[in-house]
């Protein structure tokens, strides 16, 4: 079921960002072509151009947090949610469905992005640059063992679950929001705010509870040389992944909780 | 085939009549298959269920019979169905003697009333 | 399981409404039902609950002996008040979704439908008129095989001659196993195609009869009788 779910999710989603793609492409090849002729008379064009180029990058950014609020609320706490939630399906597969939809497009408009802006900035002397950097990137990581393959690791699978975590507060948001008769939007921002300061407060709680047992970790540690530095930050970024996961985790069960207990579409 | 039914009377003895009209006048012919109490429900715009206990009140009077497995049948005989035509014939006669009674005819009046229009009609 | 539809003591409390109040109701298998009732009176909420779109304050709703769950979401088919399809489909899309997620949806009967009420299949909904849009909702749940139809006020948008068909159609798709739920302010229309008729006010039952008993008792339509016990 929830690949169903997922097919019509993708299809509906794509019909936005599939366009907005092909436009970047395009308008990185039409930069690409200003600054290889780099002619003065175009330069005016070309401002446009790289102007246009930018805005699109930043549009992508905005439609994706846009895509994500508007088919929730949509399809889920709207008059779509009459069809939506008598479909045979569990209700927390629609939010599964959702925020992996979600995910996907937030990966794909990263890598959209840099291929657009690699396609761009790609030149004889930019190779260069490019096989510089990573003949010195490699070996340093090397040097720091497994641990340092271990941390890039980390930090893609940090990338992904913040990405479904703030997915999630988003959603527990909006769906708080919803209760609200009159006043939904400022609820749901209202209750997004809260959610940002609760986290806040307990990391802070965490950070000055154990302020002591960190410091002591890192005067021991920095008696050793660079691998064991590599393991503190792995251990930093499991930290990291697990406050992430735990709050992702609450508002999964928020989320899922209100729908089966608390919905009343209107 | 316009099914003429009431609002202020039950339906399925409405239905009951206008069968008994449909067997009697030859449109639905004595030993006939009648259609299935579905299709008679979509003609008549009335629920299967109420169609069903019409048709099963007809078996009762024995107008109507029907066959486990090929339906429902107009009894073959015509005598039964003669003396239903008689008595319906016979409830609109009384009918109409005793709405022109109120008009103020009496008898020899009525009869000599009906054969006049009934010769004019020629 | 004989009956498809029940209510146990069923209570649903709004913040400042009680919308039912400790209905008692079984509805069985193989009939045509009317839940009449003026606005307000509990008709779409006890709808909704039927379908797990709210949830009971207090008692209980069973789908042939179940409570709302996926398993009574296969087996019932809903058509709300509001038109709840999406925008961006076209017909052919949206029989191609119901197809997808309902087993006993069935696509020639859905086709067959859209052909007789002259809908073209590859318009898009949001091109839609509100009435079109209706149609298609309509024929969208009348072509599932369900075992109970959930329908709120079918015809109300609808001109007269689809409401005919409309109509015909509930009585064709008719079988013993299934039960049709009608919630309709327009009960003369209705009428002649329910079994039985529910009156519900303020959250009550206050009438449970079949059709005939109500013409033969009371001497006059259902119709007649709602505005009656529901005059204003």
């Given at each position: 079921m929830l690949r169903k779910l997922l097919k019509y999710e993708i299809q509906a989603t794509a019909r936005i960002f599939l366009p907005m793609y092909a436009l970047l492409i395009v308008f990185a090849l039409i930069n690409k072509f200003f600054m290889a002729v780099n002619a003065d008379y175009l330069r005016i064009p070309q401002i446009i151009s790289a102007s246009v180029f930018v805005i699109i990058i930043v549009g992508i950014c905005v439609m994706t947090l846009v895509v994500t609020i508007q088919r929730y609320n949509k399809n889920l706490l709207s008059d779509e949610g009459y069809l939506s939630f008598t479909l045979p399906v569990k209700i927390h597969s629609h939010i599964d469905c959702k925020m992996l939809v979600t995910l996907m497009w937030a990966v794909l408009s990263v890598i959209v992005s840099a291929i657009s802006i690699f396609v761009m900035a790609v030149n004889e002397k930019t190779i260069v640059q490019i096989q510089r950097f990573f003949s010195e990137v490699i070996p340093a990581l090397n040097k720091l063992g497994s641990a340092g393959y271990v941390i890039v690791l980390e930090v893609l699978l940090l990338a992904v679950v913040a990405v479904l975590s703030e997915t999630l507060a988003i959603y527990a948001a909006i769906t708080i929001g919803n209760m609200s008769s009159k006043h939904k939007i400022l609820l749901g921002i209202g209750a997004y705010l809260c959610f940002g300061i609760i986290e806040q407060i307990i990391a802070s709680i965490l950070i000055t509870s154990f302020s002591g047992t960190i410091n002591q970790y890192f005067n021991w540690l920095s008696k050793f040389p660079a691998p064991a530095q590599a393991n503190a930050m792995q251990l930093i970024l499991l930290g990291l992944l697990i406050y992430s996961l735990v709050f992702g985790a609450a508002y999964y069960f928020l989320t899922n909780w209100m729908l089966r207990k608390k919905l009343n579409l209107e | 085939m316009a099914w003429n039914l009431k609002s202020d009377r039950p339906i399925y003895s409405q239905l009951v009549e206008q069968i008994e009209l449909l067997i009697v006048s030859g449109i639905y012919p004595a030993g006939s298959k009648l259609p299935s109490v579905r299709d008679m429900a979509g003609e008549a715009s009335v629920n299967p269920n109420t169609m069903q206990r019409a048709l099963a009140q007809l078996e009762n009077d024995g107008l109507l019979y029907s066959q486990r497995t090929s339906g429902r049948f107009v009894t073959e005989d015509v005598e039964s169905i003669m003396k239903t035509k008689n008595s319906l014939a016979q409830g609109l006669i009384k009918e109409f003697i005793e709405n022109m009674s109120n008009l103020g005819y009496d008898r020899q009046q009525t009869i000599s009333l009906l054969e006049r229009t009934a010769e004019e009609e020629k | 399981m004989e009956n498809i539809l029940e209510c146990q003591n069923l209570v649903k409390f709004f913040p400042g409404c009680l919308a039912l109040n400790s209905v008692n109701l079984a509805v069985p298998k193989g009939r045509i039902v009317g839940l009449l009732g003026p606005n307000g009176s509990g008709k779409s909420t006890m709808i909704k609950?039927?379908?797990?779109?709210?949830?009971?304050?207090?008692?209980?709703?069973?789908?042939?002996?179940?409570?709302?769950?996926?398993?009574?979401?296969?087996?019932?088919?809903?058509?709300?008040?509001?038109?709840?399809?999406?925008?961006?489909?076209?017909?052919?899309?949206?029989?191609?979704?119901?197809?997808?997620?309902?087993?006993?949806?069935?696509?020639?009967?859905?086709?067959?439908?859209?052909?007789?009420?002259?809908?073209?299949?590859?318009?898009?909904?949001?091109?839609?008129?509100?009435?079109?849009?209706?149609?298609?909702?309509?024929?969208?749940?009348?072509?599932?095989?369900?075992?109970?139809?959930?329908?709120?006020?079918?015809?109300?948008?609808?001109?007269?001659?689809?409401?005919?068909?409309?109509?015909?159609?509930?009585?064709?798709?008719?079988?013993?196993?299934?039960?049709?739920?009608?919630?309709?302010?327009?009960?003369?229309?209705?009428?002649?195609?329910?079994?039985?008729?529910?009156?519900?006010?303020?959250?009550?039952?206050?009438?449970?009869?079949?059709?005939d008993d109500i013409r033969e008792k009371e001497n006059k339509s259902v119709d007649a009788l709602f505005r009656e016990v529901f005059k204003c």
């Open positions: - | - | 609950l039927a379908n797990g779109l709210i949830t009971p304050t207090s008692g209980k709703i069973l789908i042939n002996g179940m409570e709302p769950g996926i398993e009574t979401k296969k087996i019932v088919s809903y058509l709300p008040e509001r038109t709840y399809l999406n925008d961006w489909m076209n017909v052919n899309n949206i029989i191609d979704f119901f197809g997808d997620f309902y087993q006993d949806f069935n696509k020639q009967k859905a086709y067959d439908m859209l052909r007789r009420l002259g809908v073209d299949p590859a318009l898009r909904l949001k091109t839609m008129s509100k009435g079109t849009k209706e149609k298609v909702q309509l024929i969208l749940v009348m072509s599932r095989e369900a075992e109970l139809y959930l329908l709120d006020e079918p015809i109300g948008g609808v001109d007269p001659a689809a409401r005919d068909y409309i109509l015909d159609t509930i009585i064709s798709n008719y079988s013993e196993n299934a039960t049709i739920l009608i919630s309709t302010h327009l009960i003369a229309d209705v009428e002649k195609v329910l079994d039985e008729v529910i009156f519900i006010n303020q959250g009550n039952i206050v009438l449970v009869s079949t059709v």
